[in-house]
T-cell receptor, first 111, second 114 residues
Framework: SQQGEEDPQALSIQEGENATMNCSYKTSINNLQWYRQNSGRGLVHLIL?????REKHSGRLRVTLDTSKKSSSLLITASRAADTASYFCATLDQAGTALIFGKGTTLSVSS | DAGVIQSPRHEVTEMGQEVTLRCKPI?????LFWYRQTMMRGLELLIY????????DSGMPEDRFSAKMPNASFSTLKIQPSEPRDSAVYFC????????????FGSGTRLTVV
């Protein structure tokens, strides 16, 4: 069963613009992770934010976490065509071991 | 390290045939996961292993599915007999608990059952 739900399902922007994707989850978490999937490839780990963190940066990525609202957002600044991919949030299952993924946001960046 | 290696990349088989998917995790990773991805259902966790031992197989859809991990460097996912609704992309991923850098996914096996 899905723990995280991404919003929007699809997003189209121009190069140089910022892209924001949101994730809502249902139960309490230890951490929340974001992954990217390029077409025809496996998922790649982008960033992890712990439940006691509110914001985290990695290069052009900024992730926020609001545990009171059970939501997270991923911001990609100054997007590039190479950022075109699907982005997934993931949280741990009840046993705290295996990641459960949302259905993802498909981002298209046109030049 | 070459990353998580899955084979074959593509598999087309007829309904009723046995299908075996293979995975070589990253050396030193003690967790191995099998996921299935479809447009309708997204990424579904099928089963995972810790130190070669199956921990949770509650995601395996039916008895037609089985998975093994005979050693730390090899795992298989078998479907017997295969059905058209098994068509999907099957991913293997591995990770370590400490240090934790997220999951490393293979490139997947695209299975088509006709």
């Amino acid at each position: 069963s899905q723990q995280g739900e991404e919003d929007p399902q699809a997003l189209s922007i121009q190069e140089g613009e910022n892209a924001t994707m949101n994730c809502s989850y249902k139960t309490s978490i230890n951490n929340l992770q974001w992954y990217r999937q390029n077409s025809g490839r496996g998922l790649v780990h982008l960033i992890l934010i712990r439940s006691n963190e509110r914001e985290k940066h990695s290069g052009r990525l900024r992730v926020t976490l609001d545990t009171s609202k059970k939501s997270s957002s991923l911001l990609i600044t100054a997007s590039r065509a190479a950022d075109t991919a699907s982005y997934f949030c993931a949280t741990l299952d009840q046993a705290g071991t295996a990641l459960i993924f949302g259905k993802g946001t498909t981002l298209s960046v046109s030049s | 390290d070459a990353g998580v290696i899955q084979s074959p990349r593509h598999e087309v088989t007829e309904m009723g045939q046995e299908v075996t998917l293979r995975c070589k995790p990253i050396s030193g990773h003690d967790y191995l996961f099998w996921y299935r991805q479809t447009m309708m259902r997204g990424l579904e966790l099928l089963i995972y292993f810790n130190n070669n031992v199956p921990i949770d197989d509650s995601g395996m859809p039916e008895d037609r599915f089985s998975a093994k991990m005979p050693n730390a460097s090899f795992s298989t996912l078998k479907i017997q007999p295969s059905e058209p609704r098994d068509s999907a992309v099957y991913f293997c991923a591995s990770s370590s608990r400490r240090p934790y850098y997220g999951y490393t996914f293979g490139s997947g096996t695209r299975l088509t059952v006709v």
